[in-house]
């Protein structure tokens, strides 16, 4: 037992450990944030956790996280891809990658997508690529890294936009992703303006089918 424990009982490790912590260390560590897991987010984690481990069928299940703004979509999606990191094996020189978080374009850009799933894997790619040959190369990438889920956030940006640019994301009026290597998709969209939760909604419905 050590003397912080011993001392304040009370306090959790991490706040132990701080006990003999100067102010500026105190300090920055409150200014990094607190994960509280309350009922609800235990609840929203479980189930991420349940699609996580779901065998690898056709037609993939799909979850939507749907909040008005501020509500911490995000920040509980953040926390699950930090209970499933990247695992770099240096030995083999294989990294594996369960869990892609991307946060979807301003606008229903097939390409630009693409993009930040690259970006978000580290890979290089070439600009000018087409969106045929990025979704070619992402493919290949989920099957090598062992990618199992696929997360989007701001998931009403791609259900925006000209009717035009919808169509490259639902060319039979089925909300898809273009051609994806099968995973899960959770999305997070915000609620509190023109309708973004029921367009949310129905893409997510189109998605399970």
Known sequence: MTDATRDYPHLNDAASALIGATDAERIKSIQSGTWLGYGRVKEILARLEELLEYPRITRMPNMLLVAPSFNGKTSILERFMELHPVDLDATSEVTTCPVVMVESPPTPDVSAF????????????????????????????????????????????????????????????????????????????????????????????????
């Open 114 to 209: 693409y993009t930040r799933i690259l970006d978000a894997l580290m890979a290089p790619y070439k600009p000018t690529s087409s969106p045929q040959e990025k979704n070619s190369q992402v493919k290949l990438l989920f099957r090598e890294m062992g990618v199992k889920m696929l997360i989007i956030d701001e998931i009403h940006h791609l259900i925006a936009g000209s009717m035009n640019k919808q169509r490259d994301f639902s060319p039979d009026g089925h909300f898809k992703l273009p051609h994806l290597w099968p995973v899960k998709l959770p999305h997070g969209g915000r609620s509190n303006y023109d309708d973004s939760a029921a367009m949310a909604m129905r893409a997510a419905a189109s998605l399970s089918r």
